[in-house]
């Protein structure tokens, strides 16, 4: 254990290809403030091997009101610079839903939500 610490920190390329968890989608939550922050982390990822990243902003009903046209609409910018600098990698969207009485009432009323592929929360 003691030897792997000692290590160098660097992604093996043939085994990191995807990223399920980051705050990358600009002023929604504690993560990047700007769109430009987003693409300094995000050709970091793509430059350890990264091939995909999913990124989850929270929605918390007391504190992170996020809703997801909200969401989608700030993916959508940000896909669309990274289109426009050239950086090859998928960027997709679900959420990081605080577990409230709003997503049970969400969840009781069948509201869609933002998930990992269909249905995975």
């Known amino acids: 254990m003691i030897s792997f610490i000692k290590k160098s920190v660097s992604a093996p390329?043939?085994?990191?290809?995807?990223?399920?968890?980051?705050?990358?989608?600009?002023?929604?939550d504690d993560g990047v403030k700007s769109h430009e922050e987003?693409?300094?982390?995000?050709i970091k990822f793509r430059d350890l091997g990264y091939k995909k990243l999913i990124?989850?902003?929270h929605i918390m009903?007391?504190?992170?009101?996020n809703e997801p046209e909200q969401i989608k609409r700030t993916l959508h910018e940000l896909n669309d610079i990274l289109a426009a600098k050239g950086i090859g990698i998928i960027?997709?969207?679900a959420a990081e839903y605080y577990l409230d009485e709003e997503l049970i009432k969400k969840l009781a009323t069948h509201e869609p939500?933002?998930?990992?592929g269909d249905r995975y929360l």
Not at 22 to 28: I, V
Not at 38 to 42: K, L, N, S, T
């Open 13 to 28: 390329k043939d085994i990191l290809l995807a990223d399920m968890h980051s705050h990358l989608l600009a002023g929604l």
């Open 38 to 42: 987003a693409v300094e982390i995000i």
């Open 55 to 57: 990124t989850t902003p």
């Open 61 to 65: 009903s007391d504190y992170y009101r």
């Open 91 to 93: 960027v997709e969207a």
């Open 113 to 116: 939500l933002l998930t990992l």
